[in-house]
């Protein structure tokens, strides 16, 4: 599956970088606590139009809330991709909204993994967006929907 496959089709496949995640996340000692807290809409069995009825601030909420080491607690948005990841504009707005504004002081942070180079990385929204912006990405656009997104080198986001 990759970015032109439908709601339907990539709601039948499981989600490989959640998968990673959860897997970084028990391993990694660093993170003391874990647990799914957006919407998993592969395993709802929703359509896509009620899917689209969930408002956005909503169907964009972090996958998961963790707790680390040093009792910081976060929010963790997953994201998979081959070698270039998509990100959505009109997405960034909400990110930045559960960026420590919905609820104070709770940053968010992604992980990003890559089925082409068989690894993820875990990156804050603020050093996300500073990439998006200083290497000044391309743009594409989906055909199904029509919104843009940045086309970001999954290496570039290699810090």
């Known amino acids: 599956m990759n970015h032109n496959s ?3 089709q990539r709601s039948t496949i499981p989600d490989i970088a959640d998968e990673k995640f959860q897997e970084y996340a028990v391993k990694n000692d660093n993170i003391l606590y874990c647990k799914r807290y957006g919407f998993d809409e592969r395993t709802s069995g929703m359509n896509i139009s009620t899917w689209m009825a969930i408002p956005k601030e909503l169907r964009a909420s972090p996958d998961f809330f963790i707790i680390s080491k040093d009792r910081i607690p976060c929010f963790v948005e997953v994201k998979g991709c081959t070698n270039i990841l998509r990100l959505k504009l009109d997405d960034l707005d909400v990110y ?5 504004k919905i609820i ?7 992980y990003i993994y ?3 180079y068989n690894t993820g990385i875990s990156i804050s929204l ?3 967006l500073d990439n998006c912006f200083n290497l000044k990405h391309t743009m594409g656009r989906y055909e199904d929907n029509g919104k843009e997104y940045y ?3 999954f290496m570039d986001l290699i810090i």
């Open 114 to 116: 890559s089925v082409a």
């Open 104 to 110: 104070k002081d709770i940053k968010l942070y992604f």
């Open 96 to 100: 930045n909204e559960w960026n420590g």
């Open 126 to 128: 603020n050093n996300l």
């Open 6 to 8: 439908t709601f339907k």
């Open 151 to 153: 086309k970001i080198k």
